[in-house]
């Protein structure tokens, strides 16, 4: 006779490890945004074309990886709540840390001339793909093992390794964003993108050990033939275009990280490292804050943090933009780390637990990596692309810019108020709350009987 040991929530663990795969997540996002405004756009594009418009098709390339995700996520987010949350999280951070060390191998236009751009698509997409399955997967793990009512806290530490990913990212950059811009482009600028094997190296480690929540595998107990993205799609897809137009308020640190770096440096000829070292500060309080904000969510609720976190985020990147122009540092600086670091994070810390607790646990990966995926894609398409493109050919103008982003905060804010608050539900609870009797009778309809003997 055997003793089976039931499974146990090991919040911690879950939390550490999803951490660390969005350090990873953003490392990448953030290392190419930097270096897509400061010598993707140089090496990667002919160089008769004037410096905003290869801005502006450097900003494009950034952009395809987040146009692909709601692809991605219509592949990796039923098998994470087909074949578990671990599943996908083991091969999205194979799959991100692959290609972000891949772009630092490729050859540059100077050497292979239209295919170096070409080679650089091809890679963002497959990248982009990655990447669709990871934060739903890690959000969900830590959910579903976080303590009933520090749910939010617990999933705060997956975006704030967006913040810790950022941090790592641009201060890798910033040393060699100083050295003579001969040695940036002929060599320096592979050396960030090699660095994300010692992430992945670091993240396979932690995660190899990491169990499924007992959620889930209570849910797969029961063999269902409904499919979860059939059933996601079928009675959730409100939910999915609720949580879509939410996420667009990404596109406002897509700005700040991206577009803002190459506004600063290309068209007001402000210092590379120096305009770097605000994003550095910025993610630095983000990471300790974040945490904070989500024990805030925990606590009034996860609506009315997201609101206020995206409400200042948006309305404080207008005097974040004129600050560039005038040149004041001291300002720069201040507003920045206001927008990014404080106002945005509060938003990032709610956000988990909000969306993923508008789904019942067994399509929770499929909803949540659909309507954050599609979001992000507009967001990560609009957020760079759109503002370089407002700021004109000499990337100049800031009003056309901070227009949109103000534009991307009312979206989420009027969208986030149509949602219902969580906050004092269990999951089991939340199960049955976001579940319509039509969707229980479907999946009851659909379970699969053991065959008699």
């Not at 709540?81 to 772009?103: P, Y």
């Amino acid at each position: 006779m055997t003793n089976s040991v039931a499974p146990k929530k090991t919040p911690a663990k879950a939390a550490i490890a999803s951490w660390v795969g969005t350090t990873l997540e953003y490392y990448d996002f953030a290392v190419y945004g930097t270096a897509a405004a400061l010598v993707l756009n140089v090496l990667f594009f002919p160089p008769e074309l004037p410096d905003g418009v290869k801005v502006l098709l450097s900003m494009a390339t950034f952009a395809i990886g987040f146009v692909v995700r709601p692809l991605g996520a219509l592949i990796l987010g039923p098998l994470g709540d087909r074949f578990g949350r671990k599943f996908v999280m083991m091969i999205t951070l194979f799959g991100i840390g692959a290609c972000t060390f891949l772009i630092g191998c490729l050859p540059t236009y100077d050497q292979v001339g239209i295919l170096a751009p070409i080679l650089l698509i091809v890679i963002r997409i497959i990248q982009g793909l990655s990447v669709s399955g990871e934060q739903a997967s890690a959000i969900t793990m830590t959910l579903e093992h976080a303590p009933e009512r520090r749910r939010a806290f617990a999933t705060s530490f997956v975006t704030s390794g967006s913040a810790s990913g950022g941090l790592l990212a641009t201060a890798v950059f910033i040393p060699f964003a100083a050295l003579p811009q001969e040695q940036l482009l002929a060599w320096a600028w592979r050396i960030p993108f090699w660095l994300s094997a010692v992430v992945v190296v670091v993240a396979y480690v932690i995660r190899r050990t990491l169990e499924e929540p007992p959620a889930f595998l209570e849910t797969q107990a029961i063999k269902v033939q409904l499919s979860p993205l059939k059933q996601a799609t079928r009675f959730h897809w409100g939910t999915i275009i609720r949580i879509a137009a939410c996420a667009m308020v990404a596109g406002i640190s897509y700005l700040f990280a991206a577009f803002s770096v190459s506004f600063a440096t290309v068209g007001y000829g402000l210092d590379k490292p120096t305009i770097l070292w605000v994003p550095v500060c910025a993610s630095f309080l983000a990471i300790l804050y974040t945490p904070l904000a989500g024990m805030l969510a925990d606590r009034i609720g996860r609506k009315t943090v997201f609101i206020i976190g995206a409400v200042g985020a948006g309305l404080s990147t207008a005097p974040y933009l004129w600050a560039i122009t005038q040149g004041d540092w001291p300002l720069i600086f201040v507003l920045g780390i206001l927008c990014n670091g404080l106002f945005y994070s509060t938003a990032n810390a709610a956000w988990p637990a909000f969306f993923a607790e508008m789904f019942p646990g067994r399509v929770r990966v499929s909803g949540l990596a659909a309507g954050t995926q599609i979001g992000f894609a507009i967001a990560g398409a609009i957020g760079p692309v759109a503002s370089t493109a407002l700021a004109g050919a000499d990337l100049k103008g800031w009003v056309g810019p901070a227009a949109l982003a103000i534009g991307l905060m009312v979206v989420a804010t009027i969208s986030a108020l149509t949602a219902k608050e969580t906050r004092g539900y269990t999951l089991d609870e939340i199960d049955e709350l976001q579940q319509s009797e039509q969707e229980k009778e479907a999946v009851t309809a659909s379970i699969l009987l053991p065959k008699a003997v």
